[in-house]
């Protein structure tokens, strides 16, 4: 026989028998009795081979609580449900087990009553695995309405069981996690109905949060949130993302913040995340003050660390500047010790012989004395006349007032001061310099630096020399040049000259003497109109002076 819909459930087959019971009400008459007893069989079969196949357990006790009936599948599951195996006719209590007899009994009896809501969810423990059964007992009714059966249903609800408690575990989770968080969480439609509501917050100074659930959330909220709710909700939609919003207001006259996050959710819905930030918006008002502060004082410690370097740097170069004065001063009156001690020395012994042997002396004597006493005194007035100048100089003295000067009339009035002097000597002074050539220089200073280097050409040329002295524009200065073809100097002396600590002083080719400070001199004045001064020489060939100062104002 084929046997269809082995898989009814329990009100199915409770509404089969039911229909059986009619259809043999029906067939009670006579003629219909052949048919009924094929019928009754071909149903009966049926029942009996959807009983025996289900995989549902199935268990019928009469009103005795004998057991008249059961499918093989309890018998194959009687370790998870039953204490032994089953037999009819024995009291279905004596397969209970002992800690489920009590909730068996209950619902067992209140099947006989008639009730058809009795079910009962029993717990088991198999090979270390939690097992669930869910059983429901079903009266049966007899043709005058009493209850003499109850038809026992017993389902694997194990799948079910886990689920709802991974739903619980999860539900309680979020719950613990929810009320752990100072927030309050509303979700709500896209309409603006809320939908779920949550707060641990003891306060909620945006709205009353007695009654949400139900509530439009652009009603309930300030009109000026709302607004910016509509648009946050629009961006959201969007870009499917998650937006921020900051509300700020006045709350007991002190200012207040709340942060919104607004999530996309499925549905049409949003989360709304509303959290008080007033704590710390405060803070970050106050880092923001202590950084500005901070960097005032910064500001200020570089300042005064600048000021502080600054003055450091004064003192350092003040220290220089006075080891340096201490180096000239020594040095000056080391020159004017020296160089002033032979002067006086020739004065006071030729000036002497005269005093006490004039009546002995040849006139030809008388006038060589007084030669080598002229020559004294004007070295003499030469070398003070130079220490005046560079002491002034030095204690910055000196007035500096430039100007523009024509450079060959400077150089024809020196060599007009020095005419008598070159020609005794048989020396010729030549200039080449453009006449309309101009510089922008103190004209005392510049005049002193060429009276000294054009003097020193004289005095160190042998007779019948040449000094030439020129002038030439190089970029925006102009260079001096004062060549001559006398003695020349050694790499030694040239690297002394212009060195106040190397005091060089030589004779002349007539034995005119220097006084040392002449080119120390040059140096400052040219330095002072913002000009170098250098020389090359050949000894025995001659010597080239060169120095530079501005072709026009600076």
Known sequence: ??????????E???????????ENEKLKSKENIDFTKKALSKITSKLKAVFENNTQSYLLIDNEFKIKAFNETVNKRIKLVFSKKLEKGESVFKYIRDEDLEKFQENIVKAFEGDYASDAEVKYVFRGKVLWYEFHFAPILSEDGSVNEVFINAQNITGRKN???????SEEKIRAILEAIPDIVIRFEETGEIVDYHSSRKDNPIFNSNKVIGENIFQIFPKILSKGLIYYIEKCKEDNSTQRIEYKFLKKGTEHYEEARLVPIENSQFLMILRNVTTRKVAETELKRYVNELQIHQARLKDQSEKLKNVNDKLAKSEESLKELNINKDKFFSIIAHDLKNPFNILLGYTGLMVHELEELEPSEIKDFASRIDNAAKNTFDLLDNLLEWARIQRDRIEFTPKTCKVKDMVSEIFYTFKILATEKNIVLNKHIDKDLTIYADENMILTVLRNLISNAIKYTNEHGLILVSAEVIGKEVKFSISDN??????KTLSKIFKLEEHVTTHGTKNERGTGLGLLLCKDFVEKNGGKIWADSIEGKGSHFHFTVSKNKF
Do not use: A, H, P, Y
């Not at 689920?163 to 575990?169: A, P």
């Not at 006398?486 to 790499?491: E, I, K, Q, W």
């Open 12 to 22: 199915e087959l409770l509404e089969e028998i039911v229909r059986l019971r009619e």
């Open 163 to 169: 689920t709802e408690e991974e739903l619980k575990f």
């Open 1 to 10: 026989m084929e046997i269809e819909n082995l898989e009814l459930s329990k």
């Open 486 to 491: 006398g003695v020349g100097m050694t790499d």
